[in-house]
C-alpha cells in the first residue's frame, strides 16, 4: 500500500464496492492515518454513521462472530483445489480477519506440502520395471536360465504353429485294396456309402449337443435379488403444517412470505442459503433457526435482501426456519409478515456410504437410504441404460419415482 489512499480508493470504500480483503485493507489504514480519515470524512460527510450502523448489525449476528472454517467443508476442498470460487472467496476473506483459522490452514498447508514431497522422492527412488528385467537377467549366473527359457519358448511356438496348420479331416479314408475285390459293373459303391450316410447322422447330433452345450453356457447369470429399500422416516416429518408457527399464537401473521428454499426436502451442505420471495416495501427482515425440538439455534435482525447463509449446522438433523418483517400500512395499522421451512441435512454416515460406492445401483441406494430420493431415481436409470434387465434397479425406481409425485 502506498502511503496515502488515493480517490479512487476512497470513493469505492464510501460506496461499499470493494471486495472483502480490499475493504479490510482500506479500513486497516483509516484507522492510522488521520489525514486519509479527514479526506473521506470530507468526501462523505455521514460515512461515521454508517459504519457504526455496519457495526450494530455485525454485533447482532451472533451466529457470524463465533464462526470457523469447517475442515471437511472448507479447508480440504480449499487444499486440494476442488472448492468453487464462492467458497474460495469466503475462506479466504475470513482468514484475513480469523487467526485461528488462518494457523490451521497454514499448518495444513504447509503438511500438504511435506506429503506431496515424500511422495515424488518415493516415486523417483523406485526403479522401474524394465531396468530390473534386465538387471536380473544381465547377471552372469543368470544367463543359462535365460537361454533354458528361451528355448523352451522356441520349442513351444513350434508345436503350436504345426499343430495348427497341419491339415486334419474327419472323412473316412476307404480301403483302396477293398475296392479292387469287386468288378468295375458291379454296385460296389452304393454298399459302401450306406455306412457313410451312418456315420454322418452321429456327427449331426454330436454337433448340435455341442451348440446346444455353448448355448447354455452363453447365458447371463441371474441377477442376485435384492431387498427392497426402507426410505428414511424423517421424509414424512419434512411436510411443515403450514397452520403452526414457530413464533407463537400472539403474533400471528396478516400475510404469509412465500418461501423459496429449502423447504421439505434434503440437502448436502451444512452452511445453507435459506432464500424466499421479497416483499415490496419491506426493507428489514428478521431470520431465525430452530432444531426439531423448536429451540432457537441461529438468529438475524434488521436483514436487507432475501436470503441467508447459515454456517455450521451440525449434519443428520431436521431443522426449521422462519423469516418475519412487520410494516405500517397506509392507515396507520401494523402488519406481520412470515414464512417458515423445513429441511434434514444428511448424516456423515451416509456421506461416506455415497462416497464409497462402486456403481450406479449402489450409489442410487445410498442416495434412497440417505433420503435424496431425485439423486436416487437419476442413478437407478443411469443403471437401467447399462443394464437394460436388471429387475433390482427397476424395482429401487419404482420405489423412489412415485415418492417424488
Known amino acids: 500500500m502506498s502511503e496515502h489512499l488515493n480517490e479512487i480508493e476512497l470513493k469505492n470504500y464510501g460506496e461499499s464496492n470493494l471486495s472483502p480483503r480490499e475493504f479490510l485493507r482500506v479500513q486497516m489504514h483509516l484507522e492510522t ?16 454513521e454508517r459504519e457504526e450502523a455496519l457495526l450494530l448489525e455485525d454485533l447482532a449476528d451472533e451466529t457470524l462472530r463465533g464462526f470457523h472454517l469447517n475442515y471437511d467443508e472448507h479447508l480440504k ?8 470460487a464462492v467458497e474460495r472467496e469466503i475462506v479466504e476473506s475470513h482468514v484475513e480477519i480469523c487467526a485461528e483459522c488462518r494457523e490451521d490452514l497454514r499448518d495444513l498447508l504447509q503438511f500438504h506440502e511435506e506429503l ?17 528385467v534386465s538387471e536380473w537377467f544381465s547377471a552372469p549366473n543368470r544367463k543359462a536360465v535365460w537361454l533354458a527359457l528361451a528355448s523352451i519358448f522356441v520349442l513351444v511356438g513350434a508345436f503350436l504353429i504345426w499343430f495348427f496348420v497341419s491339415p486334419t479331416s474327419n472323412e473316412i479314408v476307404q480301403n483302396p485294396t477293398n475296392t479292387n475285390d469287386f468288378p468295375i459293373n458291379q454296385t460296389a459303391p452304393n454298399i459302401i456309402q450306406t455306412p457313410k450316410v451312418n456315420q454322418t447322422v452321429p456327427k449331426m447330433n454330436s454337433t448340435n449337443s455341442v451348440e446346444n452345450k455353448n448355448q447354455n453356457t452363453n447365458e447371463l447369470p441371474k441377477e442376485i435379488e435384492m431387498a427392497a429399500l426402507v426410505l428414511p422416516k424423517f421424509l414424512n416429518e419434512l ?41 415490496p416495501n419491506i426493507e428489514n427482515y428478521e431470520v431465525s433457526i430452530f432444531d426439531n425440538d423448536f429451540n432457537r439455534i441461529a438468529k438475524t435482525e434488521n436483514l436487507k435482501g432475501n436470503s441467508w447463509r447459515v454456517s455450521n449446522l451440525p449434519k443428520g438433523k431436521i431443522y426449521q426456519w422462519q423469516v418475519a418483517a412487520k410494516t405500517v400500512s397506509a392507515d396507520g395499522k401494523m402488519q406481520n409478515f412470515l414464512g417458515q421451512g423445513k429441511f434434514y441435512i444428511v448424516s456423515q454416515t451416509d456421506e461416506a456410504k455415497i462416497n464409497q460406492a462402486r456403481n450406479s445401483l449402489e450409489r442410487g441406494r445410498a442416495f434412497a437410504e440417505a433420503g435424496l430420493l431425485s439423486e436416487a431415481a437419476n442413478e437407478f436409470r443411469k443403471y437401467l441404460k447399462e443394464n437394460p434387465n436388471s429387475e433390482n434397479a427397476k424395482k429401487f425406481l419404482r420405489q423412489v419415482e412415485p415418492t417424488q409425485r
Open 239 to 279: 411436510r411443515l403444517n403450514e397452520n403452526d408457527t414457530l413464533r407463537g399464537n400472539d403474533d400471528l401473521p396478516t400475510q404469509k412470505i412465500v418461501v423459496i428454499a429449502p423447504n421439505g426436502n434434503v440437502i448436502r451442505t451444512s452452511t445453507p442459503v435459506l432464500s424466499w420471495k421479497n416483499i
Open 33 to 48: 492515518c488521520e489525514d486519509c480519515e479527514r479526506r473521506l470524512n470530507e468526501m462523505f460527510p455521514n460515512i461515521a
Open 77 to 84: 476442498p480449499f487444499i486440494y483445489k476442488t472448492i468453487d
Open 116 to 132: 506431496e514431497r515424500e511422495k515424488e522422492i518415493r516415486e523417483l527412488s523406485k526403479p522401474h520395471f524394465w531396468s530390473q
